[in-house]
């Protein structure tokens, strides 16, 4: 069982930046690939950008230039640096953990991200 822990939403102004972070009960290196996703009001969930194990990041075409996901295997932890943030980008975020087996597949309980003036 993998344990997530999401923090650093909040209210960010158009055109500001958050620093979202995910803390996992595991090492990180010994989940197979992690992840962030997005959930607006009345929208599906959908995939911000994820890392493997190995290091290979990839990013929904809507945040390409915009975010940047990274790993910090020391401390556990997953992070999301999000620039430019638009309206449109407002949504809460969720922490995704896959492990290497099917049904292996683990949520942090989500933080909001509000982009407003």
């Known amino acids: 069982q993998v344990q997530l822990v999401e923090s650093g939403g909040g209210l960010v102004q158009p055109g500001g930046s958050l620093r979202l972070s995910c803390a996992a009960s595991v090492r990180v290196l010994q989940i197979y690939r992690t992840g962030w996703y997005r959930q607006a009001p009345g929208k599906q969930r959908e995939l911000v950008a994820i890392i493997n194990n190995s290091g290979f990041t990839n990013y929904a075409d809507s945040v390409k230039g915009q975010c940047t996901i990274s790993r910090d295997s020391a401390k556990n932890t997953v992070s999301l640096q999000m620039n430019s943030l638009k309206a449109e980008d407002a949504a809460v975020y969720y922490c995704?953990?896959?492990?290497?087996?099917?049904?292996?597949?683990?949520w942090g309980q989500g933080t909001q991200v509000t982009v407003s003036s």
């Open positions: 995704n953990a896959d492990g290497y087996y099917p049904g292996e597949k683990y």
